[in-house]
């Protein structure tokens, strides 16, 4: 979480022009993060969705942000 956040923060510090966006001067990011235990019922498949699910929700909740997402 410490990397993801510092790499969101780091990318808007960059101040690199963004004149298409409708969400921010600058280019910015969002990550998704998750973690599973590998099992019958979790794989990498699962891990991909959980890390996809989290991704659109670091930007539904404004963008320029990290979610790690529980499972």
Sequence with gaps: MEFANTLV????GMK???PMSLHSKYVTI???M???TPD???SHTQLL????????????SGRNNVVYALK
């Excluded at 969705?49 to 539904?60: C, G, P």
């Design 49 to 60: 969705e959980e890390t996809d699910k989290a991704l659109y929700s670091a930007k539904e």
């Design 34 to 36: 998750a973690t599973v």
């Design 9 to 12: 923060q780091n990318v808007e």
């Design 30 to 32: 969002s990550a998704g």
């Design 16 to 18: 690199i022009l963004h």
């Design 40 to 42: 019958d019922v979790n």
